[in-house]
């Protein structure tokens, strides 16, 4: 059974699904989508995710404690496992994130698997860019990407702008 609500953020709205064990799914609301309202659910786990998510978004949480579950291959697996692994803050590029798996081959297959992720923020594929230091690729759009970005950095350099 999968529960979900509609959550605002500052990026737009977010819907936040869970299979009741863990959050599943978390994907910004693109515009023109069917315009949905916030709803309230009173499903532990969403509730624990709204509020750390708004805590993320105050600054004041800098790491998600939360299950997270998403349908992959191993491989896939693997490099979002990878993800959870860059710190608040920082980024890596493609290519690292291809070392880290041991498999510098497959940089292109970690690319599609870093666009695949289904849990956005909490998984932070926001923070893989491209070797030269570019914004890349992001379901989410660029813009949501570069704020993420610029937001994380404030809170853990004191720094406003990054790009």
């Known amino acids: 059974m999968t529960d979900m609500l509609y959550h605002i953020t500052p990026l737009g709205l977010v819907e936040i699904r869970t299979d009741g064990n863990a959050i599943t799914s978390v994907s910004f609301v693109q515009t023109g989508q069917q315009e949905q309202v916030p709803t309230a659910n009173t499903q532990p786990l ?14 004041t949480r800098k790491t998600f404690d939360l299950p997270v579950a998403q349908s992959g291959t191993a ?14 803050g920082k980024t890596i590029s493609y290519l690292e994130l291809a070392k880290r798996i041991n498999n510098v081959k ?9 666009g695949s ?7 932070p594929c926001h ?37």
């Open 46 to 59: 969403l509730q624990q995710c709204t509020q750390q998510l708004d805590e993320y978004f105050a600054g």
């Open 75 to 88: 491989f896939q697996q693997q490099v979002w496992a990878q993800l959870q692994q860059i710190p608040f």
């Open 106 to 114: 497959a940089i292109r297959a970690v690319g599609t698997t870093n």
């Open 127 to 163: 923070r893989v860019i491209g070797s030269d230091g570019s914004l890349t690729g992001y379901a989410g759009g660029l813009w949501r990407k570069q704020w993420l970005l610029e937001h994380e950095n404030k809170y853990a350099n004191g720094v406003q702008a990054l790009f």
């Open 117 to 123: 992720n289904s849990i956005a923020i909490l998984v």
